[in-house]
């Protein structure tokens, strides 16, 4: 089994091919292809981790849609005092397909 570790927009994440991941949003459209950086390899019992092998290595995606992620509620509360807030947030998110890794 092959499978890789990448860096996908501040996090990592354990993939191989014909995964699909969902990322922070990447600027570029739908049917569009994308590079992932490796930080490490793995082939059956052959693990990768040097800097120097990994340059060799691509992770090829594509990008399948751009979507926001669930909706989160902020609120802010002071007891006595009559202060309240309430924000939301939704990221940006991108949903890829991990096509290749060689």
Known sequence: MVYAIVR?????EKVS?????????????AGGTI???ALLLVDGDKVTSAAAD????TVTAEVLENLRGPK????KYKNKTGYKKRQG???ALTKV??????
Request: net charge positive; no cysteine; charged share 25%.
């Open 8 to 12: 996908a927009g501040g996090r990592q």
């Open 17 to 29: 091919v014909g995964d699909w991941v969902t990322l922070d949003r990447v600027p570029e459209a």
């Open 35 to 37: 590079e992932l950086p």
């Open 54 to 57: 990994l340059a060799k290595v």
């Open 72 to 75: 989160i509620v902020i609120q």
């Open 89 to 91: 947030f939704r990221a």
């Open 97 to 102: 397909k991990v096509t290749s890794i060689a």
